[in-house]
Nanobody, 132 residues
Framework: QLQLVESGGGLVQPGGSLRLSCAAS????????IGWFRQAPGKEREGVSC????????KYADSVKGRFSISRDNAKNTVYLQMNSLKPEDTAVYYC?????????????????????????WGKGTLVTVSS
């Protein structure tokens, strides 16, 4: 069974850090570009970050640049999202997704936020709550 499983979410105070993990089973992530997405209550899902397959090139939404860092460990079949200096507006369900091939296709969702299209597999999400 092909699946992605996110973990590492939770409650954190503003300014704190969390590291999310996205573990794949049933397929090898080294043939896929991986994206992280988030969806806040009442808002559209948006693309947060993406890491390419071959050269590890990364992309970030403007709202998380300098605070979030995506990385991959193909030996562990896992991708990570390190989130620092968290803000209340980062509160959302975070999803990882995989697309076969080298790059994420960057576009915009209906709200105009960055989005990565054409993902083949999705995880079920992990909740991140930033609150004092």
């Amino acid at each position: 069974q092909l699946q992605l499983v996110e973990s590492g979410g939770g409650l954190v105070q503003p300014g704190g850090s969390l590291r999310l993990s996205c573990a794949a089973s049933g397929f090898n992530l080294d043939s896929y570009a991986i994206g992280w997405f988030r969806q806040a209550p009442g808002k559209e899902r948006e693309g947060v970050s993406c890491i390419s397959n071959s050269d590890g090139r990364t992309k970030y939404a403007d709202s998380v640049k300098g605070r979030f860092s995506i990385s991959r460990d193909n030996a562990k079949n896992t991708v990570y999202l390190q989130m620092n200096s968290l803000k209340p507006e980062d509160t959302a369900v975070y999803y990882c997704a995989a697309v076969f091939g080298d790059h994420c296709t960057v576009g915009r969702n209906l709200a105009g936020a960055k989005y990565y299209y054409g993902m083949d597999y999705w995880g079920k999400g992990t909740l991140v709550t930033v609150s004092s």
